[in-house]
C-alpha cells in the first residue's frame, strides 16, 4: 500500500471518528434550552461542513498522482485542524 493509500484510509478512519463525536454532541443538544439550541446547531452545521470539505481534499488526493498529493495533504491537515477545533468549541458549549 502506497503512503498516500494509508493516509486517505487512516483519513477516513478520523472521518467516521468525527462523525460519531457530532452525533454524540447532536444527542446532549437536544436536551439544552432552545436558545442555546440554536447556538449548538449552527456550531455543529459548520463541523459538518468542515468534513464535507475534508471528504472533498480526500477525493483530490485519491485522484492526484502519486507525486503530488504530498501537497493536496498540507490542505488536509489544515482542515483537520480547523475540525478538531471546531469539535472541541462545541463540546465546551454544550458543557456550560
Known amino acids: 500500500m502506497s503512503k ?27 436536551h439544552v434550552s432552545e436558545d442555546a439550541k440554536s447556538k449548538y446547531e449552527s ?27 504530498n501537497e493536496l495533504k498540507h490542505g488536509i491537515d489544515e482542515s483537520w485542524s480547523a475540525l478538531k477545533k471546531g469539535i472541541k468549541e462545541a463540546k465546551s458549549k454544550l458543557k456550560h
Open 4 to 30: 498516500r493509500d494509508a493516509y486517505v484510509k487512516k483519513a477516513k478512519v478520523q472521518i467516521d471518528k468525527f462523525n460519531d463525536k457530532i452525533s454524540k454532541l447532536e444527542e446532549k443538544a437536544k
Open 43 to 69: 456550531k455543529i452545521q459548520d463541523v459538518k461542513k468542515s468534513i464535507e470539505t475534508i471528504k472533498s481534499k480526500i477525493a483530490d488526493i485519491q485522484e492526484s498522482g502519486e507525486d503530488s498529493w
